[in-house]
């Protein structure tokens, strides 16, 4: 099973979101908000989650709620990848992969923690025109989720397997 862990937006964050332009143009694919997350670690195939949800559960007793800030504009990430930059959840990042990292190393060079939200896949590069675009919106994240993400014949499915809350 594919696993990640993550911080989802509250539903007046998603407005706000969803309030983005989001023209029809060919080959970009637009994420819809119930996909819409930030991802604190992604774990990859996992056998059992059970390991896993523990840790987390053990690793986040006592851990602090977060505020976060979305924005100040969309920008890319990578080559092809539309997004929203994410602040104030460094920590938590660091607190979820300290927890699982006994039961799912890190990989050898894996990539350090970025927060954000991705609004778009495009299949050569993001268009200027979609870079720069205002979006601002505050919340307090109070849980963290444990993910699993089924791929294949169309967008992502993410199914919440558990909830942890913070604080």
Not at 44 to 67: I, K, N, S, Y
Not at 128 to 143: E, F, K, M, P, S
Not at 147 to 154: A, E, K, M, N, W
């Amino acid at each position: 099973m594919r696993l990640f862990v993550a911080v989802r937006p509250p539903a007046e964050v998603v407005d706000v979101i969803g309030a983005l332009p989001r023209p029809e143009r060919h080959g970009i694919r637009w994420t819809r908000s119930d996909q819409w997350h930030v991802t604190l670690r992604f774990l990859g195939d996992v056998e059992d989650h059970e390991p896993v949800a523990a840790a987390l559960c053990a690793g986040l007793a006592g851990a602090p709620q977060a505020t976060v800030t979305v924005g100040p504009a969309t920008a890319k990430l990578g080559r092809g990848v539309l997004m929203i930059p994410v602040q104030g959840l460094d920590e938590l990042a660091a607190t979820v992969l300290d927890a699982t990292s006994a039961v799912v190393p890190e990989p050898e060079g894996a990539f350090s923690f970025r927060g954000h939200l991705t609004l778009a896949r495009c299949p050569r590069s993001v268009p200027r025109w979609a870079i720069g675009t205002l979006v601002g919106a505050t919340w307090t994240a109070d849980q963290v989720e444990l993910v699993s993400s089924r791929l294949g014949g169309g967008p992502p499915v993410h199914d919440v397997i558990a909830r942890f809350g913070l604080g």
